[in-house]
């Protein structure tokens, strides 16, 4: 049977069907308005208890739970409050007469059907945390205790239509192996819970995963999206043989988590990470991450309308930098136009978005935005270890003026006497080619260059990130990219410049050790792709490293290059 693999991993086990019972209407009107006040005294005292279960759970369950579970019981707690839902209710009472559960059914009924047709496929995914939610505000109204919690078999493997979020919170899932879902997708809550348990998972299985019994062998194929039901015993053996070698991976990824990225002749390696919010931070820890990369800032400026202000922006920088254990963040100042848009910003339409109005160029132009960031990020500065960085560079004059406004800024914080970093390190990514071919001039003005290797390839392949129809031209071991990328490093090292690569080429494990060979000295990432490239990074030399980099420059074609490096780095 084939799904959607949304946890690696091979789980082999017995099935455990887990059934929930369809909450139905009674159809009972009331017919009083006592009744309707007592009524609606009732539900408000269901969310209060449901709130209160849920309360219990984090008090009693606090060592064992993870951030990833404490935030799920945070979202039931905002859900359960909510004020759409509790009105939507009243208003049933009131005005239809219906009895609280009934009202209820119906008003989260109508939710989910609402958020199961959105487009957004993770708000499709929502519609069963609001399922989840309803059934434990329910579960209060008709009095019911709490159901027993069923206890597992060693090497159970559950199967569901959906599971919720406070089944797997509340479920003890130390003899859970693998999870087997009809419904659900990459973003559904079954997805994200398995994960942070590292527990294989197939969801979106369809129906036809109503055809397993109790106790039917199972095997769950997390890597590949499979589910073998009663398997031929070759299959069990291969798979026993493959479950053997994936364990022995992630053991030996686990293991490097807290050893430094050395190779095995003693160059250190910097990894960082890349991240989009405060929440990451944890994760790139996790991982190995030794600060941040890349901070993407556009995410604080989506999803509103209208511009963060200083103070807002303050907040969020802040909030990074306390969580960073004083490691260098980098945060890369707004990188909007090309594909990425703000309802609230006008962007004219132009032909070529990508070649357009966007990033520094946006700023240099509206200093009143450019300087309302700058000032917030320089207050935060005192928080963390914080650097600046100017995405979209094309030539010396844009960091020019880009280092005049960041003045400014620092001069008007100095008037109103309030505290900032004055030695704020300073960067900018390159990814423009004008940007890798003059690195030896744009050196001389700042303190890090990163090699965005996602834009460089676009603009010195002339080939659209996002058109799937070229996505084959689109080749970062081009030989013109490799050409550009060695000399932004060589020119940033005469020029006392530390240079790291935030775009996707630094995850690459296949670019690696060419990488290192050319002397990159910092790689980000995003966290989960940490581990893998420490792993190759221990296990090789420079004096290999240098080796394969001089081979590869003798090349004169992707071809080759790609070749040469599947077999040197099989
Ligand atoms: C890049 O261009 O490589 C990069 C890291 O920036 P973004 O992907 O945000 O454009
Ligand atoms: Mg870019």
Redesign the pocket.
Known sequence: MKGIGVSPGIAIGKAFILKKTEAVSSGILLSSKAEVLLEIERFDRAINRAVDEIEAIKTERQLSLSNEDLAVLETQIELITDPQVKSDVIEKIETDKKNANDALIEVIANFVDLFENMDDEYMQARSADIKDVGDLILKQLVGQAKSPIPKFEPHTIIIAQDISPSDTITMDTSHVTGFATQAGSKTSHTAIIAKSKGIPAVVGCGPELGKILNNDAVIVDGINGLIYINPAQEIIDDYTIKRAAYKQLEGELKSLKDKPAITTDGKKITLSA?ISDADDMEKAFENGGEGVG?L?TELLFMDRDSFPTENEQFEFYKVVALRSRNKPVIVRTI?IGGDKHLPYFNLPVELNPFLGYRAIRICLDRKDLFITQLKAILRASVFGDLKIMF?MISNVQEIRSAKNILEEAKAELLKQQVAFNADIKIGI?I?IPSAAITADILAKEIDFFSI?????CQYTLAVDRMNEKISHLYDPFNPGVLRLISNVIEQGHKNNVHVGM???MASDPMATLLLLGMGLDDFSMSAASIPGIKSIIIKNNMAKAKEIYKTVMEMDSSEKITAYLQEVMQ
């Open positions: 890349n890349l993407r990188d995405p990514m990814e965005g290797t996602n834009d460089l935030c775009g996707e």
